[in-house]
């Protein structure tokens, strides 16, 4: 019987399992770190069955993320850690764990916090102090790290800084046959800058492929109130089109909007792992995973000539984009794929355990 309890704020696929067995998807973080802690997953449909009347009745008045930190603080007596995927759920179970208790097995809390520095996020952890019922913060910017530990004096010992992962099995160019064009390509919806990406494009001798959708963005495409120049496309792909994309491409540019935290990430690391150079906007929170020269290209935020200029850079000199690409691959098998990711996991959650009894005994 597991003692890990993790959060998947959303619904399981069913078929998730034959999606991935059959190469048609890459696989769910959620399943990597399940897999190597031996955890028990928590998704929405289950903490609705799981809490009750109140679980029902939060759902409806705050939401599911609300519903799945209560049927998360239920379930804690049967659990030495309980890992939520991301702040949404793990705000809300701190502020249970502080009210009620943890239970008599001294239950640690592990949140992944993708980004806390917004008002809405700020609010409660400021009212309820709520920090103290996260025993470790896991964070994949260094903004964010420093923001927990200044606005909330959290220990350095306490805030994680921890490379995001991509599934490195599945985005592998040796997976696939690559069709190299004259085309480069950029991805996902969570504060992109497509309007500076299509400016600096505008007629310049090479096609442009815009993938404007994202499985877990709630941002809305705004390219379709743009006006776009002949050489640009924008389209929706699967993850498995999107895969074939990238080995298409020339490199891929991810222009964003200047926030703090790790808007992006996802699209660089993916790109990466095919083996592509990546031109990404210089942002306040996008600094820890390009080595700019190295494995890409970082560009000032709203910057289109900059923008122009890196890109025709990379067009003109095919093999730098290459290497490029190639050391982002070598970065991918060291540093940031899905299995590194997930053993990184495991030494949390051990040492999860070992504080929880250490707490117990005292």
Known sequence: MSDVLLTVSGIIDPSLGEQIAQGARPRADYLAIADTCNADLLDYRQALARGGVVGGVLARLLGSNAALAWACWRARKGYRVIVTDGEQVG????????????GPRNTQHLMI??????????APMDLFRAHTHIDRFLVYATSQRQFIMNRWRVPDGRVSLTPFMVDADFFDVDAIKPARRRMICSAGLEFRDYATLIEAVRDLDVQVVIAAASPWSKRRDRTRQMELPPNVTVRRFSQFDLRQLYADALFAVVPLYDVDFQAGV?????????????????????TDVIEDGVTGRYVPPGDSKALREAILELVADPELADSMGCRGREVIDKRMSLALYAQRFRQWVDEAREQGNQGRDL
């Open 113 to 122: 916090g993708h980004v806390v520095s917004v008002r809405k996020k700020m």
């Open 91 to 102: 705000i809300p179970l701190a502020i249970l764990l502080k009210l009620i208790g943890r």
């Open 266 to 286: 996802t699209t660089i690391l993916e790109a990466m792992a095919m083996g592509r150079a990546v031109i990404c906007t210089r942002t306040q929170g996008q």
